[in-house]
């Protein structure tokens, strides 16, 4: 029931059938699980409550074995992908259940019967470029952290005299990671390598993220790390 609940996108059913017992771990007897299903919708929320209640987020599918007549052989067949990561990627509908499974841990490198990644699977752009980003960073935590290290880098160069505070240089809300070009457009901080402050601006030019940055420079780099761990960023999967 579960399985059928999560492939058929009904997420308040998925919930209750979670909350009455039933196994997210359960698979049949090729190791197809809920997970599975669920990574094929394009329903992130499903995929994270299965995923949260216990779900093995790199369960596998043993090949299924097809008789070749031609060779006279039993072979290791079907062409289903073998984790649910690499399924979410060749369905291809969802960046959002892609990034729900990279932050439940599932391994961006793992490999099928075939050698190929997850990565080689995705036929969305957005997804090869999701997954191209992870692998090269190394770990999901190293791929979403990226930012909060540029900040703590972007305070350090103020606590040092290399950077400090101007008026906001622009409104831009979108949801996107920032590199420390982006950070001094955005923060209203701008980076040089010069010991010279910048003259005192008008009161009414300076932004909310002007005074955001001025605590930051005051506080220890360690005060910072935890700051930043509490704030969303465009990497962070919405579930």
Known sequence: MLDCAAYSGHAALVSELLARGADPRSGDQLGWTPLHA??????????????????????????????????????????????????????SISVEVVRVLLSRG?????????????????????????????????????????WRVQLLLLQRLCSTGRAFPVAALGQDCSRRTPSIEDLEATSGCKVTRTQKRAPPTDATEEGPTDALMARLVVLPPPMVGKVAGYWRTARDPLY
């Open 38 to 91: 669920a990574a094929r919708q394009a329903n992130p929320a499903i995929v994270a409550l299965i995923a949260d209640a216990g779900a093995n987020v790199n369960a596998r599918l043993t090949p299924r074995v097809e008789y070749d007549s031609d060779a006279g052989e039993y072979l290791a067949g079907g062409g289903e992908a073998a984790t649910p990561l690499m399924g979410a990627a060749r369905a």
């Open 106 to 146: 599932a391994d961006v490198a793992a490999t099928d019967r075939n050698g190929e990644t997850a990565e080689d699977e995705a036929r969305d752009a957005d997804i090869v470029s999701l997954l191209t980003d992870v692998r090269t960073a190394g770990s999901w935590k190293r791929y979403v952290g990226a």
